[in-house]
């Protein structure tokens, strides 16, 4: 693959000086921000709600609620990091501006892109298993006998919306969003983009 070349009378270096209906940016499933919101807020009702007294006075109980609400807020971090830095492509000209941290990394022609496509065996499996499991929690709790504590019931029915909730974010990733891989330096960056604006990328227009 061709070396992808700067075309300073093409594109400018400032992503800020382009029409914003010319832009095509990365696309993301929500499923890092929704896990770290998941377990911020479980960090913070099993410390404030759940918890006897003196829970705090037992170290390794106070370490693993930090740890859970760590991991949360550096998933949302991330999920914040990954969406203001997002890759954003440019078609003019029969060419391909790509910008990154919304200055022109690089112009490459349409041919330099490359079309990932994703195995159906995987997308099933990915995807329908696990929506499958929380239909069966969702839905479970009216079919089944009462149980003595009605708050087994939601405890399922939350269980298994949140687990629709991220299949939801697969599906959309690998059902309604294409993969590309475009050039970054000597290596390959993997994007996703909606179908109808990947192929306004690709005819570089």
């Not at 070349?5 to 929500?30: C, H, K, M, R, Y």
């Not at 200055?103 to 349409?110: G, K, Q, S, V, Y």
């Not at 330099?112 to 969702?138: D, E, S």
């Amino acid at each position: 693959m061709a070396t992808p070349q700067i075309a300073p009378g093409t594109f400018p270096p400032q992503l800020d000086q382009i029409n914003a209906n010319e832009q095509v940016p990365q696309s993301f499933g929500w499923l890092p921000g929704y896990c770290g919101a998941l377990l911020l807020a479980a960090s913070l009702i099993i410390a404030f709600i759940s918890h006897p007294a003196g829970w705090w006075s037992v170290p390794a109980n106070l370490g693993a609620e930090i740890g859970v609400g760590a991991l949360g807020a550096l998933l949302l971090w991330w999920e914040f990091r990954r969406r203001t830095r997002r890759v954003v492509l440019v078609p003019r000209s029969g060419l391909i501006g790509i910008y990154r941290n919304r200055e022109l990394a690089a112009a490459i022609a349409p041919a330099q892109m490359r079309f990932y496509k994703l195995h159906w065996f995987n997308t099933a499996r990915l995807v329908m298993v696990p929506a499958i499991v929380g239909g069966i929690l969702l839905f479970l709790p009216f079919f089944a006998g009462k149980p003595a504590n009605h708050g087994d019931d939601y405890l399922l029915q939350a269980m298994g919306l949140g687990i629709l909730i991220a299949v939801a974010s697969g599906a959309r990733t690998r059902i309604m969003l294409e993969h590309w891989y475009i050039p970054k330096g000597k290596r390959s960056q993997e994007i996703m983009l909606k179908r109808d604006e990947s192929r306004r990328v690709l005819a570089g227009q």
